[in-house]
């Protein structure tokens, strides 16, 4: 098994995508801390390509142990126009507890970033308290005032605010 793990890491990091693909498969298919340990490595790097090649593979690999690397390589300033593979990544993790960070992508993130956010924030179900409410509606109003802070705020204003919407009722039950 451990010479199967390093030949699917060098297969993984290959420029060839026919050899990399299945390598990724099997390496999820394996799991493990092991690979676990490997696929967030890639998070820290500077290599966009093994970054979103880590993320796509930590998607499909549902670990939830994968959120808080993730989400650290997400807010990394360097990273701000890599972010969209990465928040893809969170769809099948357990981000309930990540309720206003996933407000805040959704805000200040791109095109990418901010569908990425939508579909996490309409896909899964978020532990909140009533600050948290308060402190999204606080940033949607700021956006609001301020729309140059959120990328492609007209084509997406109507979206957030249903979004927004959706989350503030609860400040009303």
């Given at each position: 098994m451990v010479l199967d793990l390093t030949i699917l890491k060098a297969e993984f990091l290959s420029s060839d995508w026919t050899i990399a693909e299945p390598a990724l498969?099997?390496?999820?298919?394996?799991?493990?801390?092991?690979?676990?340990?490997?696929?967030?490595?890639?998070?820290?790097?500077?290599?966009?390509?093994?970054?979103?090649?880590?993320?796509?593979?930590?998607?499909?690999?549902?670990?939830?142990?994968?959120?808080?690397?993730?989400?650290?390589?997400?807010?990394?300033?360097?990273?701000?126009?890599?972010?969209?593979?990465?928040?893809?990544?969170?769809?099948?993790?357990?981000?309930?507890?990540?309720?206003?960070e996933m407000f805040d992508l959704l805000f200040y993130g791109n095109a990418e970033v901010k569908m990425g956010a939508i579909s996490i924030l309409d896909g899964?179900?978020?532990?909140?308290?009533?600050?948290?409410?308060?402190?999204?509606?606080?940033?949607?109003?700021?956006?609001?005032?301020?729309?140059?802070v959120c990328p492609e705020y007209i084509k997406n204003k109507e979206d957030i605010q249903h979004t927004v919407d959706g989350f503030i009722a609860y400040l009303e039950v």
């Open positions: 498969d099997k390496l999820v298919s394996i799991g493990g801390d092991e690979v676990f340990e490997f696929l967030v490595s890639f998070l820290s790097g500077t290599d966009v390509l093994m970054r979103n090649r880590a993320s796509i593979a930590l998607h499909d690999s549902e670990d939830s142990r994968a959120v808080e690397p993730l989400m650290q390589a997400i807010t990394k300033k360097e990273n701000e126009n890599y972010r969209g593979t990465m928040v893809f990544a969170l769809d099948t993790l357990n981000c309930s507890h990540l309720l206003v899964q179900i978020f532990e909140f308290d009533s600050d948290d409410l308060h402190t999204i509606k606080a940033k949607w109003d700021d956006v609001q005032q301020h729309p140059e």
